[in-house]
């Protein structure tokens, strides 16, 4: 018979095998805009990073290609849309091995983006991200969102976040289905810019994305020109009595 010292067992207090959650985002991104023009479909997102509120990263990309169909922008926890990725991967590789010359289309994708989305709300476990989910397949071109609890729609433009409110009034007066690329870059610019003035977790360095029949482009950073030499800006506080 063998003896144990009872000092040497762990302590059960101190072995917890309870799952551990991701309860609030901590490196998120801001709003991405999407619309349809004449060719496929147009995405962009600026490249920030805020850890809590401070705009830690300015090199993060959130706009990736998915399968041969599909575009995805997200904003919202980064870890999270990595995770998100990864689940797509899996997908799109389980979809290839069949070999059978079909591939996934954007709707398709769409559609199980907010079945998991909805599942994991379900589970009290978020993924902290609202998703765009553009496309084109047989010449038709899709654009979608998914919110993190499985909120979701199709229209001609959509936007997250702050682009709900600041970018989608500029599309609703200026957007057309028959922009061409060059148009469309400009119009999205311009929302891109509004949301630099007003979001204070937007950078100037942003990232635009296209996709057609022909595949996924996703075009190198780059920084829009701003100005912030409004005599409103000079002295803000002018007027304001008992102000700082």
């Not at 870890?79 to 069949?98: G, T």
């Not at 996934?104 to 989305?117: A, I, S």
């Not at 075009?219 to 409004?230: A, D, N, R």
Request: net charge neutral; aromatic share 12%.
């Amino acid at each position: 018979m063998q003896f144990t010292d009872a000092k040497l067992l762990p302590d059960a207090s101190s072995c917890s095998l309870d799952s551990e959650r991701t309860l609030y985002p901590y490196v998120t991104g801001t709003s991405v805009v999407a619309f349809k023009y004449r060719d496929g479909i147009l995405m962009a997102a600026d490249m920030g990073g805020s850890y809590g509120s401070t705009l830690r990263y300015k090199t993060v990309e959130r706009i990736k290609p998915i399968g041969q169909h599909s575009l995805l922008g997200a904003s919202g926890e980064i870890s999270d849309f990595q995770e998100i990725l990864r689940y797509l991967d899996e997908l799109i590789l389980y979809d290839n091995m069949w070999d059978d010359g079909n591939s996934l289309g954007p709707k398709e994708v769409h559609n199980y983006l907010t079945r998991v989305m909805y599942n994991r709300r379900n589970k009290f476990n978020p993924l902290w991200n609202s998703l765009v989910l553009g496309g084109v397949k047989n010449g038709q071109k899709y654009l979608g969102m998914v919110s993190m609890i499985g909120v979701n729609f199709e229209d001609n433009h959509v936007a997250t976040g702050f682009g709900n409110h600041l970018a989608r009034p500029i599309l609703r007066d200026e957007w057309n289905e028959n922009l061409s690329f060059e148009d469309g870059v400009k119009l999205l610019e311009k929302c891109m810019r509004v949301l630099l003035y007003r979001d204070r977790s937007a950078v100037n360095k942003l990232q635009i994305a296209k996709i057609t029949e022909e595949g996924a482009t996703i075009f190198p950073p780059y920084s829009l020109k701003t100005f912030w030499g409004f005599e409103a800006y000079k002295n803000p506080t002018i007027g304001a009595e008992g102000s700082w």
